[in-house]
């Protein structure tokens, strides 16, 4: 159970956008991708000492906010000769041909068929999604037979705000928007969602777990956060 709730603010405090408040033990503060600043806290939390905790953090705050607006602006794809497409963490121009006798090619560039430039943008998120659940799934079960972690099924979403998420049976889902992620920020998210299935809070037993089968989660998690613009179509 979760309650929100809209906050006012002073013209010299920092702005809290938003306060929800759950069952949850401790407090987390959270930039988005708008800059908004939200507090997540226990329902007893008093607001003074939230108010308080801002402050002391206002340094951090204003940090990430910058760190966010400076990241770039996304623009939708034109399906042009020569724009850059991801995968794997690669830039592949693509290039609009006639003789190809399949909708989506991947060599040095990636070929598409002139006749399917009206449903370029569609049949380019089915190509992604089938080599996504392809490699996805190869490394998922990778991991799992390391780890002992094991998914009852795998997934392949549309979700635009989440690159995966772990469902309450086990089973884990992903964005196919993560194939264009380089392998090692795949490996990040597969490997975070799998620690999901024992540990289902971001308490710090979850993090301990993620660090011990990726001690440079850190980093794998940074691209994440400021590509989030290069994954668009």
């Known amino acids: 159970m979760n309650c929100i709730f ?9 702005k809290i956008d938003k306060v929800i408040r759950s069952y949850r033990k401790t407090i987390a503060l959270v930039i988005t991708q ?3 600043l939200v507090i997540r806290a ?3 939390t008093p607001f003074e000492y939230i108010r308080n905790l801002v402050d002391k953090k206002r340094f951090w ?11 770039p602006i ?6 042009v000769n020569g724009e850059g497409f991801l995968f794997l963490g690669r830039s592949y121009k693509l290039e609009i041909v006639d003789d190809l006798h399949t909708d989506i090619e991947l060599k040095d560039t990636l070929r598409i068929s002139r006749n399917r430039l009206p449903e370029a943008k569609e049949k380019l998120i089915a190509w992604y999604k089938e080599r996504a659940l392809e490699k996805i799934r190869e490394r998922c079960e990778w991991y799992a037979r390391l780890t002992g972690y094991k998914p009852t099924s ?14 309450p049976r086990g089973t884990l889902n992903f964005s196919w928007r993560l194939i264009m992620a380089p392998l090692e920020v795949v490996d990040y998210v597969i490997v975070h969602e799998l620690v999901h299935l024992e540990e ?9 777990k993620v660090r011990t089968i990726l001690h440079d989660y850190e980093k794998r998690e940074k691209w994440l956060k400021e590509n989030k613009a290069a994954v668009i179509l």
């Open 61 to 71: 705050i204003n940090r990430k906010q910058e760190e966010i607006r400076k990241r």
């Open 154 to 167: 795998i997934k392949i979403t549309g979700a635009k705000r989440r690159w995966g998420s772990c469902g």
């Open 200 to 208: 289902k809070s971001h308490a710090k037993r979850f993090w301990n």
């Open 42 to 44: 226990p329902f007893h």
């Open 6 to 14: 809209g906050v006012k603010e002073r013209m010299d405090e920092i």
């Open 34 to 36: 708008d800059t908004a």
């Open 74 to 79: 996304a623009k939708p794809k034109e399906f």
